[in-house]
């Protein structure tokens, strides 16, 4: 019995060492010989000597680890079968980034189309091609504001500089080397980079997995899992998505790996505060590099995503967690809370320097300087109480205490205080109108409350220090304790009814890291293994961000596949798959097959004989032991990969089967924009200053907050900025905002930073923000000029000129439920329906059919006085959803109101024109009734009337105000692309007669006297 547990101990080993497996600690350690002090440092001696092992099996860990401090950085490598080994790793991530580059540009059809146009996707996209194309014209300076969008206000960058920096570095240093300073050239690179980043994040994915678990086989499946895995992470990184969001992974997984080396390094090299007071810094020289190196990686990530405090908060809740188990344990919290001040520091330096972090800088200053703050508090605290060797508890008690403390009096006390505190437990939480944002929306959707969620993550906090310490002896409630957890957060998405969440955007590893995350939670906090309790808080406090907007699932899928790695690897050794490889390598070898054909023994006797055969049975039951484990082995990794791999191309296909961003309605429509309206008179490539925010001249900021976001108003800026006289804005819906600036080249009010899009934010009683909720769900024409006018503070002018429409926005759809739900007025737009059998409740109201965007969209804004139609693209394909869509809501329009409008598709995109309007005035007969028609064809050559009714008043007079010009366009203003055939025909008692109305008249508003 003491030779097998022998065996299997340094089977174990083996597997450790020499596959490369997930197993980190000694037999000794993880069965609890080992007293909890002791167990880092068995941890420890075990990785070290995995990597520094002599030849000689009895060489004691102690000889193995002064052998391996005395290497060279290059020895190791010297050993042809090592140096074997790691080219072997080096050309199997390499693979693995080349395949996740591959994938990334199958859909490059959808980019680089036919007509030559280049198609990003998605909208932010466009607007970091807006900031990379200004670079290009001003190197070095950047786009720090914008007069180009939300006007009239223009608008601070909201993107961090340094992901367009380098983009743009990357491009001319290309530009240099090809001689092709062409602009499809840049936007070209442009497509590409994404690509090329998520293949440098597969690299980074390896180290960061390599590192946490001493696994070379962890980190190569983590690197080629992340390669061929949906979701988030991969369509943010596809051809064409030209944004920062695959930046943040790369920059935040460098951030982890440079603090897990320092944890690394930490833990036999450990500082008290008594050798830091009297200045003996010997022992902190080994990972004061790395959490230095941390530090700029965070500041780095900082300035490529305004965000990155959530890094910087990961860290302190990390940082918090690990003194308190520290402390706890009796191992000292100096080291721990010298990293974090480090890394702290070191942010604060990187990003002091520049000038913007999107709107969000001094947000990044103020808490890193509490990070710093408190984390000199809680080393204070421990000191104190390590000194007066006062019970251990105390210290998390206190920080507790402190924190209710300042909870409940603060909430008390100013509400300012109360709504801090819940923003920072719902940071990522988003109410109202900011819910239509496709990626703010929480994960598992309403049915997961954040402050509930925020409890389960305590509760999780709570159980990890638990099972880090001794006061609860019993290992068995630990694990029940942590799995427990794990059914609890399972049973929470199960009852939500977005279980299915999990498997579409992370295939079966959705659920893995489920069962390997209480595991991996024991296993570290009994060992008190640093690195592993990085990786758990890495995992609960993305997971904590992901509840609360979908978004982040693309940072959450680094851990869901490095944990699925590492019980993919547990579950091999549990098959002992090294011994079965070693087993099948020798039956191949020169020596196996020699021994297969060796010739039969000549036997001396009968008993001999007989001997031989006994001994021969029993070689041959080993052999077919052998056998047996090759085939285990075999079937239980050729399942489990089919587990993993099967559902995951599958997903992973659909996710690259198109790009996204402007179909071609939308293309078009820009083009027409830009090259048929009137010149905005603003340099493109201008440098400009946001206007001092005073805008009561009393000599102080109009800024609501603080950190200078006018969040009420969704802008920065509360001053006009000081535009040239023929300026004017477009206002469509938020989404199209970057489309219609870049493509277009011309000012919009509403952009997907949702500034300029109106509404309320507190509640139904608030006072209506004017922007482009309110002007689209107008339910008169004169309430949705009224907003018009309302945009634009400045006395007489108005904000928009053009209004562009599409048939998402117009028809009973999702865009056209976000409008209302930005005013926070969404009640009696459904009705009940009868469709194809079956009754329906859509939206269908007076409500909807009164609205603006229906009548300028559905209704080609007939009868309206101010808006003329200018430009019709063309119509969705038939039989689509889209064009089902607009037949059924007009067909619905005709049976409420026996309306004849025909039921048939129109343009996808509409452009219309806010004009002044000319006013045709005539007398009647008292009180009669007067019409007026005009015959309108659009650019696809489809034909509609145009018509007003009006009753004369009892002299006789009457008036149309018209917005259309029957001679045509004028120089210098709108080449319009819809034009009436012929003349306004007025019919009333007398007979019927026709007029003109010039280009001037409608601009300028005159009269036309008939």
Avoid at 311 to 340: D, P
Avoid at 402 to 427: C, E, H, K, W, Y
Wanted: aromatic fraction near 12%; include cysteine.
């Amino acid at each position: 019995m003491a030779k097998k547990n022998t065996r299997r101990q340094t089977s174990g080993r083996r597997v450790s060492n020499d596959s490369d497996t997930a197993a980190s600690n000694t037999d000794a350690a993880a069965s609890g010989q080992y007293a909890p002090e002791e167990s880092a440092r068995a941890d420890s001696m075990m990785a070290e000597s995995g990597e520094a092992r002599t030849e000689e099996a009895t060489a004691s860990s102690e000889d193995a680890k002064k052998k391996s401090e005395k290497k060279g950085f290059l020895d190791e490598y010297k050993d042809k079968n090592k140096l074997m080994t790691s080219a072997l790793y080096g050309i199997g991530v390499l693979l693995s980034a080349l395949l996740a580059f591959y994938i990334r540009i199958i859909p490059r059809d959808g980019v680089f189309l036919s007509n030559g146009f280049i198609r990003f996707g998605e909208n932010d996209p466009w607007y970091h091609w807006r900031n990379i194309d200004f670079l290009m014209h001003n190197w070095p300076s950047f786009l720090w504001f914008d007069p180009a969008t939300t006007y009239p206000f223009g608008t601070l960058q909201e993107f961090a500089p340094l992901y367009d920096y380098i983009l743009v570095a990357v491009i001319k240093a290309l530009q240099l080397i090809t001689g092709n300073t062409t602009e499809a050239y840049a936007m070209t690179i442009a497509a590409y980079w994404p690509c090329v980043l998520a293949a440098v994040c597969v690299v980074a994915a390896y180290f960061v997995a390599k590192t946490i678990f001493k696994s070379r086989n962890i980190g190569l499946l983590t690197a080629f899992l992340l390669a061929v895995a949906p979701g988030q992470f991969l369509s943010r990184s596809t051809i064409g998505f030209n944004d920062h969001h695959v930046a943040e992974v790369l920059f935040s997984t460098v951030v982890i790996i440079f603090l897990a080396l320092a944890l690394l390094k930490l833990r036999d090299k450990k500082i008290t505060y008594e050798e830091l007071f009297k200045g003996k810094f010997s022992a902190i020289k080994p990972f004061l590099p790395y959490a230095i190196l941390t530090g700029i990686a965070l500041g780095a990530y900082t300035l490529v995503w305004e965000g990155a405090l959530l890094f910087a908060f990961i860290i302190g809740v990390y940082i918090t967690i690990q003194m308190v188990i520290n402390h706890l344990r009796g191992e000292g919290t100096a080291s721990i809370a010298l990293i974090g001040i480090v890394i702290f520091l070191a942010d604060l330096l990187v990003i002091l320097p520049v000038p913007q972090i999107g709107i969000y800088r001094t947000l990044h200053i103020v808490a890193l300087s509490a990070g710093i703050l408190a984390i000199l508090f809680m080393a204070a605290l421990s000191y104190v109480l390590e000194k007066k060797k006062l019970n251990r508890l105390y210290y998390p008690g206190i920080l507790a205490g402190l924190a209710l403390f300042v909870a409940v009096v603060g909430s008390l006390i100013s509400s300012t205080v109360r709504t801090a505190i819940l923003s920072v437990v719902g940071f990522f939480t988003r109410t109202g109108g900011a819910l239509t944002i496709g990626e703010a929306s929480p994960y598992f959707g309403d049915a997961v409350n954040p402050l509930f969620f925020i409890v389960l993550l305590a509760v999780f906090v709570v159980i990890l220090i638990l099972a880090a310490t001794s006061y609860i002896r019993d290992s068995r409630i630990k694990k029940l304790l942590l799995a427990g957890w794990a059914v609890a957060f399972l049973m929470l998405i199960l009852f939500s009814g977005r279980a299915g969440n999990l498997y579409w955007t992370f295939s079966v590893m959705g659920y893995l890291w489920l069962i390997a995350l209480p595991i991996i939670a024991y296993t570290a906090a009994k060992n008190n293994s640093m690195e592993k309790v990085l990786l758990v808080v890495w995992t609960v406090m993305l997971l904590w961000a992901m509840v609360q907007q979908n978004r982040f699932s693309y940072y959450f899928v680094l851990p869901v596949l490095i944990m699925t790695s590492w019980l993919f690897m547990e579950l091999m050794r549990a098959v002992q798959a090294d011994e079965a490889w070693k087993t099948l390598k020798k039956n191949f070898s020169k020596e196996g097959r020699a021994k297969k054909i060796e010739p039969a023994p000549v036997y001396s006797s009968k008993q001999e004989s007989a001997k031989v055969r006994r001994e021969s049975s029993k070689v041959k039951v080993k052999a077919d032991n052998g056998n047996e484990k090759i085939v285990i082995a075999a079937v239980v990794l050729v399942v489990a990969l089919g587990v993993l791999l099967v559902p995951t191309f599958n997903l992973t296909s659909q996710y690259v089967s198109g790009t996204g961003g402007p179909n071609e309605a939308w293309i078009e429509s820009s083009l027409w924009l830009r090259d048929n309206t009137p010149e905005i008179g603003l340099d493109w490539y201008g440098r400009y200053e946001m206007p001092p925010q005073d805008p009561d001249g009393n000599g102080t900021s109009g800024n609501r907050n603080l950190f200078g976001v006018e969040f009420f108003v969704n802008q920065v800026s509360t001053v006009p900025f000081d535009y040239p006289g023929t300026a004017y804005g477009v206002l469509s819906w938020w989404d199209y905002g970057h489309w219609l600036q870049v493509i277009g080249e011309r000012m919009v009010n509403a952009n997907p930073f949702q500034a300029g899009v109106g509404g309320r934010r507190g509640s139904i009683t608030d006072d209506m923000i004017p922007g482009a909720a309110p002007f689209f769900v107008a339910e008169t024409e004169a309430a949705a000029t009224s907003v018009l006018y309302d945009i634009d503070p400045r006395e007489g002018l108005f904000g928009a000129r053009f209004i562009v429409t599409d048939i998402e926005m117009a028809s009973g759809m999702s865009k056209f439920y976000a409008m209302t739900a930005w005013t926070l007025d969404t009640n009696d737009y459904r009705t009940i329906v009868n469709i194809g059998g079956q009754n329906q409740s859509i939206i269908g109201s007076d409500r909807y059919f009164n609205s603006m965007v229906f009548r300028l969209h559905m209704l080609d804004a007939a009868g309206l006085e101010q808006y003329r139609m200018v430009y019709e693209s063309r119509a969705y394909s038939p039989n689509t959803h889209m064009s089902w869509q607009e037949i059924l809501y007009k067909t619905l329009f005709n049976q409420r109101y026996s309306g004849n409008i025909p039921e048939t598709n129109t343009g996808y995109v509409k452009i219309f024109e806010f004009v002044e309007g000319a006013v045709i005035s005539g007398t009647a007969a008292p009180n009669e009734t007067v019409q007026l028609a005009l015959t309108i064809q659009t650019n696809q050559n489809r034909v509609f009337t145009y018509r007003q009714t009006v009753n004369a008043d009892a002299s006789g007079a009457y008036s149309f105000t018209v917005p259309y010009s029957t001679t045509g366009p004028i120089d210098g203003e709108t080449n319009f692309a819809v034009r009436p055939i012929g003349r306004y025909l007025i019919t009333k008692s007398t007979g019927e007669f026709s007029v003109d109305v010039t280009e001037t008249d409608v601009l300028r508003g005159n009269t036309v006297a008939v």
